[in-house]
């Protein structure tokens, strides 16, 4: 595995732990439905000095439902 896959991975990580940890809480605090629709973004919000439009791209986007 290279350093990209490695900051990759640790990224993932810990964006993994936390969105867990809110998502649950959330999900406990979400009263008068069955279920919640939510969606996940991953979006590149480099600095590329002026470069690029000031809205980068996002990169992922995947949506889910998570029962109650």
Do not use: C, W
């Not at 990209?4 to 990224?11: A, K, V």
């Not at 809480?25 to 600095?47: C, K, P, S, W, Y």
Request: aromatic share 2%.
């Amino acid at each position: 595995m290279n350093a990209t896959s490695d900051d990759i991975r640790r990224l993932l990580r810990g964006f993994g732990i936390k969105a867990d940890e809110v998502i649950q809480a959330h999900v406990r605090n979400a009263q008068g439905v069955e279920a919640l629709r939510l969606r996940i973004v991953v979006e590149d919000v480099t600095d590329y000095g002026g470069t690029r439009a000031s809205q980068a791209p996002r990169l992922l986007e995947v949506e889910g439902e998570v029962s109650r």
